[in-house]
């Protein structure tokens, strides 16, 4: 079974440009997350969809930040203008189930540097 | 929100020693806690885990206990070995997935 995978795995744009990171989930998971480590903190909640829903997007930085799940397959997580803060890495996670106790499956996620 | 800290953020340990890893939480209705393990390179992987209505759960050298009084939780590596060492973040849970700031542990041959 092909776990979550993530593209591109590196990726290196000036501030001001646009980049798009893609996800596509295990097979069958209906729960796709982002969630997005800076540098020595913590693994941060981006938002959460349910199929092509947003169930819960309340870790979204600014409005600079655009995710999408057109069809409840893949997502896209699309950040224009990039700033020098948005560096770091970006995981996308996805679950068959939602709530307490449910298993999530990252990937190995999409590094981005903003110089 | 939930706010999760996590401790020691960096951890050298002798192989065959133990190694432990402890995370407060502040939220008192997050109800599961997962640890990851992250390797250099690699996608974080789930360990263990553990719910709000066990206190302590044992894989093998590793265990998780849980004090719900005082919203902590711990990771127990017993026996390290060198592929122990990686990243750990832990994580409390209600509905979204809280994270902890990561332990780097190294174990020296």
């Known amino acids: 079974e092909a776990g979550v995978t993530q593209f591109p795995s590196h990726s290196v744009i000036e501030k001001g440009q646009t980049v798009t990171l893609r996800c596509d989930p295990i097979?069958?998971?209906?729960?796709l997350y982002w969630y997005r480590r800076v540098m020595g903190k913590e693994i941060k909640f981006l938002l959460h969809?349910?199929?092509?829903?947003?169930?819960?997007e309340s870790g979204m930085p600014n409005n600079r930040f655009l995710a999408e799940r057109t069809g409840g397959t893949y997502s896209t997580l699309k950040v224009q203008p990039a700033e020098l803060e948005d560096s770091g890495v970006y995981f996308c996670a996805s679950s068959l189930v939602s709530g307490p106790g449910n298993t999530i499956y990252f990937g190995e996620g999409s590094w981005l540097t903003v110089v | 929100g939930e706010n999760v800290e996590q401790h020691p953020s960096t951890l050298s340990v002798q192989e065959g020693d133990s190694a432990v890893i402890k995370c407060t939480y502040s939220?008192?209705?997050?109800?599961?806690f997962p640890w990851y393990k992250q390797e250099l390179g690699k996608r974080p992987q789930l360990i263990i885990d553990?719910?709000?209505?066990?206190g302590e759960k044992k894989d093998q050298r590793i265990a998780v206990t849980l004090n719900k009084t005082a919203k902590h939780f711990s990771l127990h590596i017993t026996e390290t070995q060198p592929e122990d060492s990686a990243v750990y973040f832990c994580a409390a849970s209600r509905a979204q997935f809280y994270f902890g700031t990561g332990t780097s542990l190294t174990v020296i041959p």
């Open positions: 969809f349910v199929k092509e829903s947003k169930q819960d």
């Open positions: 939220d008192s209705a997050s109800n599961y």
């Open positions: 553990i719910r709000s209505n066990v």
């Open positions: 097979s069958g998971h209906d729960n």
